[in-house]
C-alpha cells in the first residue's frame, strides 16, 4: 500500500512533442505529489509537485495532472526539448508514510532531435 | 548559496573493505536522508535523520550499514565489510523540515572490485 507505481519505465518523444508519464498510488493518506528530475551524473532536483486539493498545476511546459478518484497522477511535458532529456522519478508522502518521501521506479526520457 | 556536497564523488574499493561516505547538508536543513541508487534503477531510501530525534534506520538493508549524525550538521554513512552488490551512488538529501522539498547532493559512486 506504500508503493508508488510509476510507468513507462522508459519513453522517446520526438522534439515538440508531449511526454507524458503516470504514477499510480494506493495509499489515500498520500498529500503531497512532487515529481523529481534527474541527470546523469546528477542527484535528483525538485521539478514540480501538486497537492489532493487541486486537479492540475502547470509551471511553464511542465504540468501535473491530478485524479483523485482514481489516486493516479501525471507529469505532461509539452513542447518535449532534447535539455528534457532525464529521468524522471515521481514520488508521494503523507502521515501513514511516516514523512518519507515514497518513490517512483523511474523513467528514462529521451527527446529525439 | 552552497548546496548539499557529498565526498568522495568516486570511491573504488576491495571486497572486505570498510568505506565512510560523507554528506554536508545546506545550512539549517533539520532532516537529512541517505538513499541508494543502483545503475539505472530508482531511489532506495536507508536512513533518515530529523533533527534530535532518533533516527529512521528502516532502509538499512544489512547491519554491515550505520550512519551517524552530529546535531544538524555532517552525516557520515559507514559501509563495513563491503561486498559487490554494495555498488551504487550513494544520495544524500536534506530538507528544512520533515516535509519539505529535499534537495539532494551529487552523490558518491561506489565501486566494490
Known amino acids: 500500500q506504500q508503493q508508488v507505481k510509476q510507468s513507462p519505465q522508459s519513453l522517446i518523444v520526438q522534439k515538440g512533442g508531449i511526454s507524458i508519464i503516470n504514477c499510480a498510488y494506493e495509499n489515500t493518506a498520500f498529500d503531497y505529489f512532487p515529481w523529481y528530475q534527474q541527470f546523469p551524473g546528477k542527484g535528483p532536483a525538485l521539478l514540480i509537485a501538486?497537492?489532493?486539493d487541486v486537479s492540475e498545476k502547470k509551471e511553464g511546459r511542465f504540468t501535473i495532472s491530478f485524479n483523485k478518484s482514481a489516486k493516479q497522477f501525471s507529469l505532461h511535458i509539452m513542447d518535449s526539448q532534447p535539455g528534457d532529456s532525464a529521468t524522471y522519478f515521481c514520488?508521494?508522502?503523507?502521515?501513514?508514510?511516516?514523512?518519507?518521501?515514497?518513490w517512483g521506479a523511474g523513467t528514462k526520457l529521451i527527446i529525439k532531435p | 548559496g552552497a548546496g548539499v556536497s557529498q565526498s568522495p564523488s568516486n570511491k573504488v574499493t576491495e571486497k572486505g573493505k570498510d568505506v565512510e561516505l560523507r554528506c554536508d547538508p545546506i545550512?539549517?536543513?533539520?532532516?537529512l536522508y541517505w538513499y541508494r541508487q543502483r545503475l539505472g534503477q530508482g531511489l532506495e531510501f536507508l536512513i533518515y535523520?530529523?533533527?534530535?530525534?532518533?533516527?529512521?534506520k528502516s532502509g538499512l538493508p544489512s547491519d554491515r550499514f550505520s550512519a551517524e549524525r552530529t546535531g544538524e550538521s555532517v552525516s557520515t554513512l559507514t559501509i563495513q565489510r563491503t561486498q559487490q552488490e554494495d555498488s551504487a551512488v550513494y544520495l544524500c538529501a536534506s530538507s528544512f523540515t520533515d516535509r519539505a522539498e529535499q534537495f539532494f547532493g551529487p552523490g558518491t559512486r561506489l565501486t566494490v572490485l
Open positions: 545550512s539549517g536543513h533539520t532532516a
Open positions: 501538486i497537492r489532493p
Open positions: 514520488a508521494a508522502i503523507g502521515v501513514d508514510s511516516n514523512y518519507q518521501l515514497i
Open positions: 535523520f530529523q533533527g534530535n530525534s532518533a533516527p529512521d
